[in-house]
T-cell receptor
Framework: GEDVEQSLFLSVREGDSSVINCTYT??????LYWYKQEPGAGLQLLTY?????DMKQDQRLTVLLNKKDKHLSLRIADTQTGDSAIYFC??????????????FGAGTQVVVTP | EAGVTQFPSHSVIEKGQTVTLRCDPI?????LYWYRRVMGKEIKFLLH????????ESGMPNNRFLAERTGGTYSTLKVQPAELEDSGVYFC?????????????????FGQGTRLTVV
């Protein structure tokens, strides 16, 4: 089956940039997502990118997609303490029969230190 | 408008007992999904309802899990009998009818999850 892999932990100083990496195996991936889960909260869609794009920027967030290497990254500029959370990479493929049947990674725990 | 609501937020039960989780989707959302995250691993798809019908239940782990969505509104996920490996966080999501590929990222929302601990 398809796999999505992420590093499990990232520590970053407040004000620095964070980069969270993700690799996936499904060559038919069409949409790739980044979700954020804060303590005690649900999954919040942060941003997404289509497979025909290389980059997407949304305020402090930059998503880079290398489709050849099946590598996705999320860069958070000027990381704040409120960015401490678990970040999940997810994808859905062209062959899916449901756009809600996402393949998630295990999540990257980001800890922001003062 | 209320978001996706899940009950309870936490549940601790003994192995062999029965637990029922509930999800109330956003009003008007025909699609309802159940996901599960076990012990810090990846979030895995369990099943997908379209209204009251099971569209895809390929992710259900075994026959100890029963999902229902009577009347096409709220859904329940029953685990009977619960085993230790069922511990995890169960998420529910809902979305508008998938009339286009854009439907998920524009209209889908997750609940806060139910943390299930089987001891």
């Amino acid at each position: 089956g398809e796999d999505v892999e992420q590093s499990l932990f990232l520590s970053v100083r407040e004000g620095d940039s964070s980069v969270i990496n993700c690799t996936y195996t499904d060559s038919s991936s069409t949409y790739l997502y980044w979700y954020k889960q804060e303590p005690g909260a649900g999954l919040q869609l942060l941003t997404y990118i289509f497979s025909n794009m290389d980059m997407k920027q949304d305020q402090r967030l930059t998503v880079l997609l290398n489709k050849k290497d099946k590598h996705l990254s999320l860069r958070i500029a000027d990381t704040q303490t409120g960015d401490s959370a678990i970040y999940f990479c997810a994808e859905v493929g062209e062959t899916t029969d449901s756009w809600g049947k996402l393949q998630f990674g295990a999540g990257t725990q980001v800890v922001v230190t003062p | 408008e209320a978001g996706v609501t899940q009950f309870p937020s936490h549940s601790v039960i003994e192995k062999g007992q029965t637990v029922t989780l509930r999800c109330d989707p956003i009003s008007g959302h025909d699609n309802l999904y159940w996901y599960r995250r076990v012990m810090g691993k990846e979030i895995k798809f369990l099943l997908h309802f379209v209204k009251e019908s099971k569209q895809d239940e390929s992710g259900m782990p075994n026959n100890r899990f029963l999902a229902e969505r009577t009347g096409g509104t709220y859904s329940t996920l029953k685990v009977q009998p619960a085993e230790l490996e069922d511990s995890g966080v169960y998420f529910c999501a809902s979305s508008q009818p998938e009339t286009s590929r854009d439907a998920w990222y524009t209209e889908a929302f997750f609940g806060q999850g139910t943390r299930l601990t089987v001891v």
